[in-house]
Nanobody, 114 residues
Framework: VQLVESGGGLVQPGGSLRLSCVASGFNFSRTTMSWFRQAPGKEREVVATIYSPRGNTVYEDSVKGRFTISRDNAKNTVYLQMNSLKAEDTAVYYC????????WGQGTQVTVSS
């Protein structure tokens, strides 16, 4: 199993980023996927989840209306579109399959700063 995140970077408050996570080694299309984040000195928290097979989504309260999780099963990829970014969104972002003992990827750093 491998999870490879990308798309992070430095962005000003109010800006946007699109994160991608390419998965391999398991049946991606049948697996619920989530994006997590970990800010310095804080525990890792779930940000958004997209369920399989229906594709319904759930968001952490602080990102509702700003973030959108989506997936492309043909590409084994899950995305996180992040709009109206705030300084408190600064963190390392990871994708993972909730409930599965998969190894975590390296994550992608998102820094929101002017």
């Amino acid at each position: 199993v491998q999870l490879v995140e990308s798309g992070g970077g430095l962005v000003q408050p109010g800006g946007s980023l699109r994160l991608s996570c390419v998965a391999s080694g398991f049946n991606f299309s049948r697996t619920t996927m989530s994006w997590f984040r970990q800010a310095p000195g804080k525990e890792r928290e779930v940000v958004a989840t997209i369920y399989s097979p229906r594709g319904n989504t759930v968001y952490e309260d602080s990102v509702k209306g700003r973030f959108t999780i989506s997936r492309d099963n043909a590409k084994n990829t899950v995305y996180l579109q992040m709009n109206s970014l705030k300084a408190e969104d600064t963190a390392v972002y990871y994708c993972h399959a909730p409930g599965y003992d998969f190894p975590w990827g390296q994550g992608t750093q998102v820094t929101v700063s002017s």
